[in-house]
């Protein structure tokens, strides 16, 4: 799935299927221009396939769109780290 073409919001889907702690989830960066931030705010958006609650990770700001391309590259596909952010942002 290629970034959206907004200028101001950038989706890209990084994992279909990714469990965490029993609760299996989809994964989304999320990159949008926001007010009082230079470049994009970048968070990562786990949404659950079934039973559970939305996790999300703000991730520091990207300063261009070529660095949230960068992320996004680093990112999927890495469900080792996918899996280890989810952990941070559930708060365990």
Do not use: F, I
């Given at each position: 799935m290629a970034l959206s073409r907004s200028s101001s919001w950038k989706e890209h889907r990084l994992a279909n299927r990714l469990e965490c702690d029993g609760t299996e989830y989809s994964v989304d960066l999320v990159a949008r221009k926001a007010t009082g931030v230079e470049g994009w705010k970048v968070t990562l958006?786990?949404?659950?396939?079934?039973?559970?609650?939305?996790?999300?990770?703000?991730?520091?700001?990207?300063?261009?769109?070529?660095?949230?391309?960068?992320?996004?590259?680093?990112?999927?596909?890495?469900?080792?780290?996918?899996?280890?952010?989810?952990?941070?942002?559930a708060g365990g």
């Amino acid at each position: 799935m290629a970034l959206s073409r907004s200028s101001s919001w950038k989706e890209h889907r990084l994992a279909n299927r990714l469990e965490c702690d029993g609760t299996e989830y989809s994964v989304d960066l999320v990159a949008r221009k926001a007010t009082g931030v230079e470049g994009w705010k970048v968070t990562l958006v786990y949404l659950p396939r079934g039973e559970g609650q939305e996790v999300k990770v703000d991730l520091p700001n990207a300063a261009s769109t070529a660095e949230v391309r960068r992320l996004v590259t680093e990112l999927e596909g890495a469900d080792a780290r996918l899996l280890e952010l989810c952990r941070q942002g559930a708060g365990g």
